[in-house]
């Protein structure tokens, strides 16, 4: 599969964007007239958001960021936990001092060296964080479930065993489809005490809403709000991370061809459905209906192995009150993949104060766009990221407030 050559570096989960203009001179001047009027530290956060703001829109072109701090090293790492085995790339800053954060990539076959999610590791570490960005093999080869809930959690259990920056802890990102299995390796009890807070990026919470969405484009979350159309190739790729599931290797080669060519513009008849055995036909079914009365009736009617890994993701079927840490929600209102209805409904399913959500139109799924206006709230997010960075690694520092 291709991925587009979209500048911004949080583009990476399939679903590609277009160049990313520069930010609007308004928005500058309004930001730091702000930063000016606030105090020591607030002026330093509210200057480096700013400086993460205009690399994110500039992509792989010159910024301000890139001009005055020096490109991050970064390390190869290969660690195992309990016996399991592991790669990553650990990212580090010329001055290490908003400890470590976890990178957890979206659907990309290009896994932790993804170019866009290598231009955003770097952006990251040169405000300060230790990055480490593990190889999530089922996010890679789009095969979802439970083992890269497994994998998180190793990797939040090695980086604060092994990694200087993360003695505090371990802050957490995550993109898109691996925004579920960060938040329930982030609920386990052993890690859970480990993660100050999370960064859930376009992320979802009920998946057969998600479902529903992507295949009949009704959102039932929406409360009546007008709700976009979902992307053309959203369903395709649901299908590959599904796929795997299925014991049959005919009906795994059947689909997957299937979804590579619709996926690829062929709008065809796909004579392959005709050689689908019975379970192949239930996922395929569940990925091609219309109507939405009859996608709960069809995710049940999955084989055992699809239905029990479909329900352990399921954020909405679980108790988060095991989640300690604080959520950081970002999400844009026009995603036609997974619709802001599902960060919304994620805070509100939290205590009370635990989450914050940013909605922004600067951000479509997971793409960034520079509009100036819409860059006013995604700095906010990215300074209240800064201020509970600081807050961990040093604790003395005073609590975030609303910028």
């Given at each position: ?12 989960c ?26 020591c530290?607030?002026?330093e956060?509210?200057?480096?958001a700013?400086?993460?703001l ?28 309990a ?12 001055t ?15 896994g ?13 570490a ?6 480490m960005?593990?190889?999530?093999p ?29 003695e ?5 990102a995550?993109?898109?489809?691996a ?11 052993e ?16 998946l057969t809403?998600m479902?529903r ?11 009546g709000?007008?709700v976009p159309s979902?992307?053309r ?18 009906d ?9 060519r ?25 990925i091609?209906n219309?109507d ?11 084989p ?77 997010a990215?300074?209240?990221v ?16 609303r910028?």
């Amino acid at each position: 599969m291709r991925f587009s050559d979209a500048k911004s570096p949080l583009s990476f989960c399939g679903h590609g964007a277009g160049p990313a203009p520069g930010l609007g001179a308004a928005l500058l001047a309004s930001l730091l007239a702000l930063v000016l009027l606030s105090g020591c530290a607030a002026l330093e956060r509210g200057h480096d958001a700013l400086l993460v703001l205009g690399d994110l829109a500039a992509g792989d072109e010159p910024s301000r960021l890139k001009r005055h701090t020096s490109t991050p090293d970064r390390e190869d790492l290969a660690y195992t936990v309990a016996g399991r085995a592991y790669v990553a790339d650990l990212y580090h800053p010329a001055t290490p001092h908003r400890g470590a954060l976890l990178l957890v990539h979206g659907l990309t076959e290009a896994g932790r060296r993804d170019p866009r999610l290598m231009a955003l590791a770097r952006t990251l570490a040169r405000v300060g964080f230790t990055v480490m960005v593990p190889e999530l093999p089922g996010l890679r080869d789009f095969d979802v479930g439970m083992r890269e809930v497994e994998g998180i959690a190793d990797a939040i259990r090695h980086a604060t065993a092994e990694v200087a920056a993360a003695e505090s802890g371990t802050a957490l990102a995550a993109i898109s489809f691996a925004v579920g299995p960060a938040l329930l390796a982030a609920m386990q009890p052993e890690t859970a005490h480990r993660v100050p807070f999370v960064i859930a990026v376009g992320g979802y919470y009920d998946l057969t809403d998600m479902l529903r969405y992507v295949t009949t484009g009704v959102d039932r979350g929406a409360s009546g709000r007008d709700v976009p159309s979902p992307r053309r190739e959203a369903r395709w790729l649901i299908l590959l991370s599904q796929l795997h599931r299925l014991e049959d290797a005919g009906d795994r080669a059947r689909l997957e061809a299937i979804a590579r060519r619709r996926l690829a513009g062929d709008d065809e008849p796909m004579p392959e459905v005709q050689h689908l055995g019975p379970d192949g036909k239930a996922l395929y079914e569940l990925i091609t209906n219309r109507d939405p009365n009859r996608v709960a009736a069809l995710v049940e009617a999955l084989p055992a192995s699809l239905e029990t890994q479909f329900e352990a993701l399921d954020l909405s079927a679980r108790n988060l009150e095991s989640l300690q840490a604080r959520l950081v929600l970002i999400h844009g209102p026009d995603d036609r993949v997974i619709p802001i209805s599902h960060s919304r409904r994620l805070r509100d399913a939290l205590s009370p104060g635990q989450a914050r959500l940013f909605e922004t139109r600067a951000l479509g799924h997971v793409e960034v766009s520079a509009d100036w206006l819409e860059g006013w709230t995604l700095w906010r997010a990215i300074y209240h990221v800064l201020a509970l960075a600081d807050l961990t690694a040093r604790p003395g520092t005073t609590p975030p407030a609303r910028p």
